[in-house]
């Protein structure tokens, strides 16, 4: 299952992470605030074996 509006791209030593800030994914869990992007658990980065990413991106 592929995260939720985040695109991951490695580019030799960088990690570039796209996110669409005009799109809402829905409530947190709390429901405080929105969801523009999450993979909802820790995600591989592509391409850096043992590299992971955990992110959350929201707005209130």
Known sequence: MAP???QM????NTLKITID???EIGPSASGKTTL???P???????NAEG???GLNVYKR
């Open 36 to 38: 523009l992007a999450s």
């Open 51 to 53: 590299v992971k990413v």
């Open 9 to 12: 791209e490695r580019d030799g």
């Open 21 to 23: 800030l005009t799109k």
């Open 40 to 46: 909802g658990w820790n995600i591989d980065v592509p």
């Open 4 to 6: 939720e509006n985040m």
